[in-house]
């Protein structure tokens, strides 16, 4: 299952906080039908039959993640971080498992 650092959570959870979204919203990835990509969206709730990944720590707590079918076994044994580039903006990671 996809695992989240506590940056990814936090920026999350910040991500969701600023679009003034739902206490059930979250990030959802799915799978880009145009092309052999996954796309990222902040959303009011999972769709039925996406996987939910809820953060654990202390700074990443709330932070929740919705993913479909296609996206949840290509990331199952990835971890999901994130980190601003010098211009601040905010870029999302995948790597493999520890």
Do not use: C, W, Y
Not at 7 to 29: M, S
Not at 45 to 53: F, I, K, L
Not at 54 to 70: I, K, P, S, Y
Request: aromatic share 2%; net charge negative.
């Amino acid at each position: 299952m996809l695992t989240l650092t506590e940056n990814a959570a936090t920026a999350i959870r910040t991500l969701v906080e600023g679009a003034q979204a739902p206490a059930d919203a979250g990030l959802r990835i799915s799978d880009d039908p145009t092309g052999p990509a996954l796309e990222l969206a902040i959303t009011g709730g999972p769709e039925a039959t996406d996987q939910v990944v809820e953060a654990t720590g202390t700074e990443g707590h709330g932070a929740r993640v919705f993913l479909d079918d296609q996206a949840a076994a290509v990331l199952a044994d990835k971890t999901l971080d994130a980190a601003a580039d010098d211009e601040g903006r905010l870029q999302f990671g995948i790597r493999e498992q520890s």
